[in-house]
Every structure is written in C-alpha cells, then in structure tokens.
C-alpha cells in the first residue's frame, strides 16, 4: 500500500456510489475536511474513491484501503474541488526580459514554457483555466494534450489569437522597430473593419478555439499610446458577436 502524504486534493464531486462494490486498484483518500463546493456543511472524515481517475465513491468515515490501492493521507487537511482560473496565460512569462523574447523566442520555447506551466497551475489545485490570448496556436495544442493524456495539466479553454485593431492592445507588432514589423491582418487576429472582423472570428473557429477574446481598449501592460481610448469601432464589435 502506497502512502502519500500532500497539502490538498484538486477533483471534480461526480459518480458517487458506495465502496461495498469492489473497485480494483483503487485510490482512496482519507479528508479531514471535506468541502464539496455546493454551499453544503463541511463534513470530517470522509473518504474518498477514485478509480481511472473519476471519483466512485464518497464515504462518511475512514475505509480502510485494500493492499493493492493506493492511500493518500489527508486526515489532517481540508479538501476542496478543482479551483478555476478565468484569466491565464499559460505560455507567458512577464519579466525584465519579456519584450527582448518577443523577438528572441519562438513557438517552440513558448511551447515548453505552457507544459512547464500548466502542470504548476494543476498542482496548485487549478483543475480549470481560460487562456484569454496568445500569439500562436501554442495553448490550443496545449489543450489538446492535455486532453488525450500525454501531459499533466487542467482543462484548458483556449481563445487562441487575440482579436484586436492595429496598433491595439492585441497587436503583437507594436513597438517592433520597422524591419522587424509586418503589417498583420485577420489571420493573425488584426481587425480595422466589420469585414476583417467576421474573417478573424471564422479563422479562430478554423484553429480550434473554444471562445473568442476582443481587446476593445488597451491593457495594464499595453504598449500602445494609450491604455484607456477605445480600440475597435462599435460596428466592429457587433461584426465579431455576430460571426
């Protein structure tokens, strides 16, 4: 019987049943405190029955494990579900060095950063995030490993490509000396009319997004003029709702 000792325990409440069917290779958890998240008392000592990573059971008490499933030992702690953040990027990394690696890196270092990341926002106990932006399709592919099980990481909802107007807060060229600017355009999520709009939304779909983020007006750590103007037009906004 293997034995772990850690500070908390990141699941999602669903398949309660009981233990008396017997679950081959199972893990059980002992909480101390169980918090389940639908505003219901919390209750002290529960044990908890995972199988193929779902959870099967929930029993009041500490079951005893059988010799070929894993224990986890949290009788001393509090247990919650998977907590969710709304607002991430996986693959970024702000530092003093952050606007020379918009130049210096490529997809591939952002790649291994979003591994990197998205499996120290699991064990922080993050079960589900929102990737509101990026400059490539890393996190998109990302998600989707997660997904099939060949890395360690939350739920992902990825926007894919940010959606902005050039010179906005989303334009990934800003302050690029010229040679080394381009002038971007709906593929690369630039938008300056109703038309690029609609094209930009439809390219997002094309590459996997699960939702779509705008940047109407400019952020805390925009490089643009400025970060409080409007950005996109009302017409453009409708044009991208209606897409």
């Known amino acids: 019987m293997k034995r772990y000792i ?45 199988e193929n990573g779902v959870i099967s059971a929930i029993e009041t008490g500490f079951i005893t494990p059988a010799t070929e499933d894993d224990y986890i030992d949290l009788g001393g702690y509090s247990v919650i579900p998977g907590l969710m953040d709304m607002h991430v990027h996986l693959a970024s990394e702000y530092s003093s060095k952050s606007y020379l690696e918009r130049i210096s890196l490529n997809a591939p270092d952002y790649a291994i950063r979003g591994v990197v990341n998205a499996r120290k926002t699991l064990l922080a106990g993050f079960t589900t995030v929102r990737n509101l932006g990026g400059s490539d399709l890393v996190t998109i592919s990302l998600r989707n490993a997660i997904d099939i099980g060949l890395i360690d990481g939350p739920r992902i909802y990825s926007s894919g490509r940010t959606i902005a107007s050039s010179g906005g807060h989303g334009d990934g060229t800003n302050s690029l000396r010229k040679d080394l600017s381009s002038d971007p355009g709906p593929s690369e999520g630039i938008i300056n009319n109703k038309e690029d709009a609609y094209k930009a939304v439809r390219y997002r779909y094309k590459e996997g997004a699960d939702l779509i983020k705008i940047t109407a007006t400019g952020g805390v750590l925009s490089v643009a003029k400025s970060g409080q103007n409007p950005q996109l037009t009302e017409e453009e906004i409708k044009a991208v709702v209606e897409a």
């Open 6 to 50: 850690i500070t908390f325990l990141a699941f999602l409440l669903i398949g309660f049943s009981t233990y008396s069917e017997k679950i081959k290779s199972a893990t059980v958890i002992h909480a101390g405190l169980l918090i389940d998240g639908t505003g219901s008392e919390p209750s002290k000592e529960m044990s908890i029955v995972i």
